[in-house]
């Protein structure tokens, strides 16, 4: 079992600035990649970055590409994301996920959501 709690989230102008984060407890050696997802009202949720664990690499989705920049402290199992330039559209509930293998099984943990704002 792998526990994930966001946090981060609020109400902010286009064009501002938030910082996400996403601490994660319990099988944690387990982790292979922790991502980030969101979900607006009436829409299906969608990925936004995911970071590998071991070696660091990321990955964006194009809506987000040179706007988020996502990155880890493995030291203190949790992932960040920087979000610059919010777009209303940005709006929505972010939620963290992490995909773990056990015996080569993989399993995926969903954090509870933070909800991110954005107004015109």
């Known amino acids: 079992q792998v526990q994930l709690v966001e946090s981060g989230g609020g109400s902010v102008q286009a064009g501002g600035s938030l910082r996400l984060s996403c601490a994660a407890s319990?099988?944690?050696?387990?982790?292979?990649?922790l991502r980030w997802f969101r979900q607006a009202p009436g829409k299906e949720r969608e990925f936004v970055a995911r970071i590998s664990w071991r070696d660091g690499n990321v990955d964006y989705a194009d809506s987000v590409k040179g706007r988020f920049t996502a990155s880890a402290d493995n030291a203190k199992n949790t992932m960040y994301l920087e979000m610059n330039s919010l777009k209303p559209e940005d709006t929505a509930v972010y939620l963290c996920?992490?995909?773990?293998?056990?015996?080569?099984?993989?399993?995926?943990?969903w954090g509870q959501g933070t909800q991110v704002t954005i107004s015109a």
């Open positions: 319990g099988r944690t050696s387990s982790i292979r990649s």
């Open positions: 996920n992490a995909l773990i293998t056990v015996v080569a099984t993989p399993f995926e943990f």
